[in-house]
């Protein structure tokens, strides 16, 4: 074929037109460039264009801060433009998250295929890999781990993709269905009414309801492992369908996931349930109570040793001590805002009257804010009418064929007339109490009222864990009510004594976190202009301190912002520990009041802190930072005299004596055996010191010196050996840990961004 001159040019222009006319995608990267492709391109195209390497490494992608598949068209995913895209890659920590939750997809697959018939529930990452709760009717047990992750391993090796499409929610409930997935056809009919449209992805034969994102294809998984399985329940709700929930872990790369899997086994070492029973720390009874520690005398030693400690520093800061009972008026947490904000989390109130917890019950039922329970049909409310009648509940002007809003209407008349009381959530309504007792002046500001007080939660029976989750539990609490003027100082203060108290015990080792207000939230109590002006200054004061700051926003108490010390322990793990809070809310909601200067009142402001956070906490996690083994200044025997023979007991006898009398914790091992034997019992009870006396000691008055961990320092005189051990109590010295990992075992708890 031929054409002339002006035929080319027609073409050539056409070309170009046709060029022009492409439809393109703009993308701002990290850096700030902006490269163009077209508008199907995904991220993994923006890799590619970028470098084949890169393209090779993209596991996903974040579009602002949402995390996204790299396989998906961009404009499918943002309307807005430039996109921002950041990929994302094997050495990102963001990354893992998503290899985990596609693991957890390849784990489901296989258990399908090695136990058919099995039902799939949800199946989210956690803070260092993964669970799915599986209807299955064979239990699953550790001897079936091997052949799962055989079949995983074989799924893997085929690196198929995984395929997301979406449709009509009624089209998902069908689908499930089909699939004989009722849990999932469930939890589409009833759970995800506000979706209309859902996604699901699919690999090879498996299908699953997921909103993603996921890697490009199970190829990706370079090293996994099935951890661990336990019983669960449906939804979490302990009367639905019992679960069996198999957890696993993922990682990029073997070695990475070996450090994991070894930490993994130092902790269950340290854990400190195990080490509380063998130490003989606490314990906890059936017959008293899930949840509610016992502590047993070396526990108590432990306890005691730290509140003491704290307790005269607060003295020297100017703090007073107060007690409050542990019950308090529900009238009084109404106005605090604590009830019913964690009514689901505190235990039911106590009513005077016998009728009074049937006629909460009835109103709840009523509330058509509560989702927990339904209104009473009509023959049902008549049952509640009678039984609350025979317990005198005066029902003759009870509107029965009335409105809800009537109905309610005379029972919170009749339940404000009764005596209603709460197990204490919180210390802070008594410490405001204990404020307005008195008249205040500026010049009596600031006031700091401190106390050990005992709250009380009703955490969920499978939430409980030793120490550490609890029903019952002690906070080293204090309140500070303050001028504005004083804020600033006050604040700078209280976060020195958090720090001051955190390296007594060595935990230097942490982070912290500013937690703010969610502006789109309206579980938050008072001004927008009061939370701003709580919030701008807690940024000053650590700015000013030097604190580097990490910003989470939706994570502030309902009253205020607060500033958490997140500590990092020997393996890694992060505790949220010690707590500061500002609150200009309280004060105003119990209307807190001091005369100023002009003789006019003004309303204060108010700090919560509690360096310790819990002391049932607090000393579980350090149960596990020290293996049991604390520092001379914590144990509660620092020290053990070891007679060589029952002729040297009595000088044994004055030794104790004389420690004792320096205020050290002593005992002396009394029993005829064998003095290695001795030796190596106080080892294994992890008794910092050991002090060996015999004849020649008794007639020099001397003792010879062994430590636990650099064994015998030679013979000395009694007297030196009581001033060296006192001076390393008094100056809480930090002998041994564990070696600090580098690994951060951060317990996320579940993500479930990636779940329905």
Known sequence: MCCDEGGVSQYRFSILIAVKKTPMVQVRLPDGNIVEHSDTATAMDVAAGISGGLARSTVAACIGDTIVDATRPLTDLTAESPVPLRLLTERDQEALGVLRHSCAHVMARAVMRLFPGTGLAFGPTTGH?????????????????????????????????????????????QLCADLNQELKAEHIATGLAEHSTLSFYRQGEFLDLCRGPHIPHAGRIKAFRITSVAGSHWKGDAAGRRLQRVYGTAWFDGKAMKAYLEQLEEAKKRDHRVLGKRLGLFTIAPEVGQGLCLWLPKGATIRATLEDFIRGELVRRGYDPVYSPHIGRVEMYETSGHFPYYRDSQFAPIFGHSAGQLVDYWIRCLDPEDDALQPPSGEDEQRLLDAACVMGFPGEDFPLQGSVDDKRTVLRAWEKQQERFLLKPMNCPHHVQMYKALPRSYRDLPVRLAEFGTVYRHEQSGELNGMLRVRGLTQDDAHLFCTPEQVEQEFKETLGLVRFVLQAVGLEDYRVQLSTRDPASDKYVGSEELWQNAQDTLRRVLTEEGLKFEECEGEAAFYGPKTDFMVRDCLGREWQLGTVQLDYNLPERFRLEYTGADNKPHRPVMIHRAPFGSMERFVGMLIEHFAGAFPLWLAPEQVRVLPLSEKSEDYAKQVAADLRMAG???????????????????????????????????????????????????????????????????????????ERSELTLTDAGDDERNEY
Do not use: N, W
């Open 664 to 738: 050290f914790r002593v005992t002396t091992d009394l029993k005829s055996a064998r003095m290695q034997a001795k030796i190596r019992e106080a080892q294994m009870d992890l008794i910092p010191y050991m002090l060996v006396v015999g004849p020649r000691e008794a007639e020099t008055g001397a003792v010879a010196v062994r430590c636990r961990i650099d064994g015998d320092q030679g013979v000395m005189p009694l007297q030196q050996a009581i001033e060296r051990l006192s001076a390393e109590r008094d100056q809480h010295v930090i002998r041994q840990v564990a």
């Open 129 to 173: 890999g993964f669970y799915y709760d599986f209807d299955l009717e064979t239990p699953i047990s550790e001897e079936d781990f091997p052949r799962i992750e055989a079949e995983m391993q074989k799924i893997i090796d085929q690196a198929e993709p995984f395929e997301r499409f979406e449709t009509s929610r009624e089209e998902a409930v």
